[in-house]
C-alpha cells in the first residue's frame, strides 16, 4: 500500500525537477531592456526589425514587428501619428526608405554582435 503512495509522489517530482538550475535570463532579455532604455513605454511607436519580436512586445509594451516596413505602410503609420523605429541590424542587404520619415537606430545591445 505505501508502494502504491510513495511511487506516484516520487515520479511526480521527476517530472517537475524542482531542484534543477534553470537560466532565468533568456538570451533576448538584452534586446528587451535595450527597447525598453531607448524608446520607453510610448503607446504611438511602433518598431520594425527585431528578432524576438512577440517576446520583445510583450515585456516591453511597444508595438514591434520582425520585418521591415514599405514605403505604404511607413507613409501610412507617419500619417496617423505614430512614430516608425526600425532597428539597424547591421545586415547587409537592409534598406530604408524614407528615411526622413523613419527613426533608423541600433537597438541591440553593445556585446550582443
Do not use: C
Request: overall charge neutral; charged content about 25%.
Amino acid at each position: 500500500m505505501l508502494l502504491l503512495i510513495a511511487l506516484p509522489v516520487r515520479y511526480s517530482i521527476d517530472r517537475i525537477t524542482p531542484f534543477e538550475s534553470r537560466d532565468r535570463t533568456p538570451k533576448w532579455s538584452p534586446y528587451v531592456k535595450s527597447l525598453k532604455d531607448r524608446l520607453g513605454a510610448r503607446s504611438n511607436v511602433v518598431v520594425f526589425n527585431v528578432a524576438h519580436n512577440i517576446e520583445a512586445m510583450f515585456y516591453s509594451g511597444l508595438t514591434i514587428y520582425d520585418v521591415i516596413p514599405d514605403e505604404t505602410m511607413i507613409r501610412s503609420l507617419t500619417r496617423n501619428g505614430y512614430r516608425v523605429v526600425i532597428n539597424d541590424d547591421g545586415e547587409p542587404g537592409n534598406r530604408f526608405t524614407l528615411t526622413d520619415q523613419v527613426e533608423v537606430l541600433r537597438l541591440i545591445p553593445a556585446g550582443e554582435r
